[in-house]
Structure formats: structure tokens, C-alpha cells
């Protein structure tokens, strides 16, 4: 079974940066997966941030994000890592990762940001932006 292990995030001021690392393991091929992130925020939907395809390192981003995150992998460590800067209170949100097989240069729906395209989901990290 794939597990996916959040770490970073936490709190910071407006103006801000914060990283996000997912580790991905189980007896899986980290290459053959697309690894998305998605923000919840309180009484909100939960909604598509950025998400990178392992082996050919596609990178998509939400419309909120663009410019400000940055998606990235270390084939090593089996880590998909999310940069964020410029942070605005709008960020606030538990951010959570999550992955699903793709095979090399497959079209990606929706560019990774629907949440019923992924199977394995981490375990949900708070990042809070204080103004």
C-alpha cells in the first residue's frame, strides 16, 4: 500500500514562505505517479493548488497560486516538495498531498486538480498566514 507522509508547513506572516513535503513509500515506482497538492479551508471545498508529473516533470498550478508556489521532486528522497511564497491569509488552509498512477506523457485530467482523479492521499498538513 502507498503511503504518502506530510511534513512542513505551519505559521507564518503575510508576505511570507512556507514548504510542504510529501514522501512517498510502499513498493511503488515513484516515476509512474503524478503527485498533486489540494488546500482546504474552513467551510470550503477542497481545491487544486499545483501537481507534477514524476517522470517527465509536467507542473500545473492553480489560477491562486501561479507565480507565488512552486512544485518540485527529488527522485532520491521519493519527495514531492511544494514552495510557497508571497503568502497571503488566503492561503490559510490544512494542504494535503495526494498521488495516482499515470503512464509516461498520459494527459493528465483536469491538470491534476480534481480530487476524484487520486487514489492516496497524505495526511493533511495546517499552514496558516496571519495578516
Known amino acids: 500500500e502507498m503511503q504518502l507522509v506530510q511534513s512542513g508547513g505551519g505559521f507564518v506572516q503575510a508576505g511570507g514562505s512556507l514548504r510542504l513535503s510529501c514522501a512517498v513509500s510502499?513498493?511503488?515506482?515513484?516515476?509512474?505517479?503524478?503527485v498533486g497538492w489540494f488546500r482546504q479551508a474552513p467551510g470550503k471545498e477542497r481545491e487544486g493548488v499545483s501537481c507534477?508529473?514524476?517522470?517527465?516533470?509536467?507542473?500545473y498550478y492553480g489560477d491562486s497560486v501561479k507565480g507565488r508556489f512552486t512544485i518540485s521532486r527529488d527522485f532520491r528522497k521519493r519527495t514531492v516538495t511544494l514552495e510557497m511564497n508571497a503568502l497571503t491569509p488566503e492561503d490559510t488552509a490544512i494542504y494535503y498531498c495526494?498521488?495516482?498512477?499515470?503512464?509516461?506523457?498520459?494527459?493528465?485530467?483536469?491538470?491534476?486538480?480534481?480530487?476524484?482523479?487520486?487514489?492516496?492521499w497524505g495526511q493533511g498538513t495546517q499552514v496558516t498566514v496571519s495578516s
Open positions: 495526494a498521488a495516482e498512477m499515470i503512464t509516461p506523457y498520459e494527459t493528465i485530467p483536469s491538470e491534476g486538480m480534481d480530487v476524484d482523479f487520486y487514489k492516496y
Open positions: 510502499g513498493g511503488f515506482t515513484f516515476e509512474d505517479y503524478v
Open positions: 507534477m508529473s514524476v517522470d517527465d516533470g509536467r507542473r
